[in-house]
């Protein structure tokens, strides 16, 4: 049986040829009651674009970079969905490559990318080493996932709003009762962002902040709520820089025998498949992960039609997701 074609998809769809390959190619100059009926074509036809034919007649690989800062981060795992999904309705291709590793065998980040001549690359989280986006983004779309710190010009950057987002966790401690309100702090310009949005939202209700340094993983978060448990004023609620920082509070308070959210009250941030796990049950800040990558992939698909511009940035509109893991102080229920 002959395998269909673009002609079979356009009248399927009841367009035009240039308008699918429009779609094809993930324009964004097609409205969306148009794309959604030539993806429906595509998918009822089984339609697959011949990739060696494309790549040769565009002079494109049609293959995207990802490169991502730590893979063990179940963030960025709903980050890469979110960011996949477009790209593949689009015709386009990943290529993962994992920063940590790539700097601990002392290799240019950008290079493999380079080699292969991908069409583009989206830097996925703080990327240590990758100043040389300007240059990069000279010869390729470059756009920051997941990331705030300052980018050269012509990047784009997609992340949520990360201060506002701590403002909403804290605030929603606050109106619990709480008053000693500690945060496990991250690095970073993202962890400097939710410190700050912390800080103005215990003194905007006229409270003290206590703020611990952290480092972004379950034993750093295990470690900081120790001492903040070791004090003898100790906090009654602890807000994590990220989920992964939370889970480890939440082991150190089980084992210094308080009951969580009896005894302490603990919020993270992420809303990361971990916190949604039943006996974690976390409170936590939603930042829309999935949003977030295919935000990232649009703006990547932008930048095909139109690669002159300074970059944008893009922030995402954080949610609390109350679950089991805040309460009242032990003040207030005693």
Known sequence: ???????????????????VSLVLRGSGQVRAEKRDVVLKAVRELGYRPNAAARSLSEQRTRTV????????????????????????????HMLLADARLNRRMGHDLAEPFLDLGTDGLVVVGTVP?????????????????????????????????????????????????????AHLAGHGAVGELRRRGFEAGMRAYGAEPLVEPGDLTEEGG?????????RPDRPTAVFAVNDMASVGA???????????????????Y???????????????????????GRRAARCLLDRFERPDGEGRVHLAVPTLQIRGTTAAPPELTD
């Not at 002609?7 to 308008?19: I, M, N, P, Q, T």
């Not at 939440?250 to 308080?258: F, T």
């Open 250 to 268: 939440l082991s150190a308070a089980e084992e210094l025998g308080l009951r969580v959210p009896r005894d302490l009250s603990v919020a993270g």
């Open 129 to 181: 080493g990758a100043g040389g986006l300007g240059a990069l983004a000279r010869r390729m779309p470059v756009v920051v996932a997941g990331a705030r710190e300052p980018q050269p010009p012509g990047v784009d950057v997609v992340a949520g709003d990360d201060e506002h987002g701590a403002r909403l966790a804290t605030e929603h401690l606050l109106a619990l009762g709480h008053r000693r309100i």
């Open 222 to 230: 295990y470690r900081g709520t120790v001492r903040l448990l070791s």
């Open 65 to 92: 970079g990802v490169l991502l800062d730590d893979l063990r981060n179940p963030w960025f795992v709903d980050l890469l969905d979110g960011l996949n999904s477009l790209l593949h309705a689009a015709g386009l």
């Open 1 to 19: 049986m002959k395998p269909p074609t673009i002609r079979d998809v356009a009248e399927r769809a009841g367009v035009s040829k240039s308008l």
């Open 270 to 292: 992420d809303n990361t498949s971990i916190s949604r796990l039943r006996h974690v049950w976390l409170t936590t800040v939603d930042t829309a992960p999935h949003e977030v």
